[in-house]
């Protein structure tokens, strides 16, 4: 008798599976948007969630810190807060046309951690379509692919301020080493 229950089991077992399997996935939302804030930097088009920007500022009075990693371009005063600034241009190894009194900070901000990226201009907002997203091109590779959250069709790379924001390496160590 216990091998017909097993096999009942076994049966209804099987019969959720299919009708599991069988659903249809629920339809995309294709009205779904990002609003992106575009900048330049280094004659390529990159842009960031609006969720994560705090603020944009103009780039000054920029001091450099001994000991912290290369993409990390100093500090600087943001009406009485240090704000750590990081150069992606350093960070994605593109071409440094140097500083200007154009160059913005775009003052990313997560629930417990703030910092500055460096853009060369400011292109304004945009809003894409999730759906448009591509996954990447093939010059994005290592360090750009990792936060890489998409490419829009106009070669816009979207960068994840999420992942940026949790990278360890994006910040300075408020502790000083033994």
Do not use: W
């Amino acid at each position: 008798m216990s091998t017909d229950a097993d096999a009942e089991t076994t049966r209804r077992i099987l019969e959720q599976r299919a009708r599991a399997a069988a659903r249809r996935p629920a339809a995309p939302d294709v009205t779904e948007r990002l609003d992106i804030l575009a900048f330049s930097l280094a004659g390529e088009q990159y842009g960031v969630e609006v969720s994560h920007v705090g603020e944009v500022c103009k780039l000054k009075d920029l001091t450099a810190l001994p000991c912290t990693p290369a993409s990390i371009a100093g500090v600087m005063n943001l009406r009485g807060r240090i704000l750590a600034v990081v150069d992606l241009r350093r960070l994605f190894d593109l071409p440094n046309r140097g500083l200007t009194e154009f160059n913005k900070v775009i003052v990313l901000r997560g629930a417990d951690r703030e910092f500055g990226l460096m853009a060369d201009s400011i292109d304004g907002l945009q809003s894409v379509p999730v759906l448009s997203l591509q996954d990447g091109l093939p010059t994005l590779t290592g360090i750009r692919e990792r936060f890489l959250k998409g490419v829009t069709v106009r070669m816009l790379a979207v960068l994840d301020g999420r992942k940026l924001l949790g990278d360890a390496a994006l910040g300075v160590n408020e502790q000083v080493g033994e």
